[in-house]
């Protein structure tokens, strides 16, 4: 005789709470891994935001730095006396802004540094004609074609006057237009015959070329703007906060830069930061200018 029992179907695969327990596992283990995902996302864009602002403030402390370092620079001189003659008001305020304190001003939200920029990037030997009107590079050193040195094009513009110095004097001289690759130029006007040493008629040591240099970074609502020598302003750095950034001057000549950059990281931090830490995206730097009398300062 055959059993029924022998006709009953056998069970295959899964039930249905297993399934359904199989899918609640699953989706735990989706959002974990999503959660884990966007945890390291975060703090990965974290990393880069911090990095930025840190690359940011490094530059703009460096230029700072260097400009204020740099403020009244008169070549090899600290204190070179002015033999200029026949300046108009523009240049005359210049000159007299480059030899006093003022060389580094802060104004507001602002801080301009003037100083004297070398025209040429090595020393270069001038030849001066006897009547001290044509000033020419001197190349017969020069051991190959490469090593000769010649003038950039310049506009023979109010703004691109020249200063010719030595170590013991300045005078803002008015080149002609240049051209690209000139190795000399003749002036309207004789420069200061203190210039040439009576006793060999040749320039006297120490004598360069150089431009004027006027840096000025201001402050506003967007970040900061730059400005070169009577250019435009253009912008330098963003994303400061409000009131991001304050230029002051102590009594000992101590110049202080503070910037604030907007920094997610603060939303991080419950209430002051660690001890020892300073708050993310504050920076500061003091900086002492080289080139300022101490009674100046």
């Known amino acids: 005789m055959i059993s029924i029992s022998s006709f009953q179907p056998q069970q295959k695969g899964i039930s249905l709470i297993e399934l359904m327990i199989a899918l609640a596992l699953g989706t735990l283990l989706v959002l974990g891994i999503t959660r884990y995902s966007i945890d390291a996302l975060q703090s990965q864009q974290a990393v880069v935001d911090l990095a930025d602002i840190q690359d940011s403030a490094r530059i703009t402390m460096g230029t700072v730095q260097n400009n204020i370092q740099r403020g ?22 210049r ?3 480059l030899t006093s ?14 100083s004297m920029s070398p025209l040429f990037s090595v020393p270069v030997p001038l030849i001066i004609s006897a009547d001290r009107r044509t000033i020419t590079i001197d190349n017969s050193a020069a051991q190959k074609p490469a090593d000769r040195v010649f003038f950039s094009r310049r506009d023979n513009t109010n ?9 013991q004097m300045l ?17 309207a006007t004789p420069i200061h015959g203190d210039f040439i040493n009576l006793e060999t008629n040749e320039p ?35 994303n400061l906060e409000t009131n991001g950034a304050a230029f002051t001057r102590e009594d000992n000549g101590t ?14 931090i419950d209430g002051a930061p660690p001890q020892g830490e300073s708050e993310p995206g504050l920076y500061t730097t003091r900086v002492i200018p080289r080139n300022l009398l101490e009674e100046q300062r």
Not at 159 to 167: D, E, G, V
Not at 211 to 217: S, T
Request: aromatic residues 8%; proline residues 4%.
């Open 204 to 238: 006297l040591e120490g004598i360069a070329l150089y431009n004027y240099r006027e840096h000025k970074l201001e402050y506003n609502a967007n970040g900061m703007n730059m400005a070169v020598t009577g250019g435009k302003p253009k912008p330098f750095i963003s």
């Open 72 to 93: 009244g620079y008169q070549g090899c001189g600290r204190f070179a006396r002015d033999v200029s003659s026949n300046l108009n008001k523009e240049w005359k305020d």
């Open 101 to 114: 304190s003022r060389a580094v001003d802060i104004e507001n939200d602002s801080i301009t540094t003037i």
């Open 255 to 268: 110049y202080t830069i503070t910037l604030n950059f907007l920094d997610t990281l603060r939303n991080d």
């Open 159 to 167: 703004a691109n006057r020249l200063i010719i110095a030595t170590c």
């Open 95 to 97: 000159v007299n802004t």
């Open 171 to 187: 005078e803002v001289i008015d080149p002609p237009a240049i051209n690209q690759g000139d190795t000399a130029f003749t002036l």
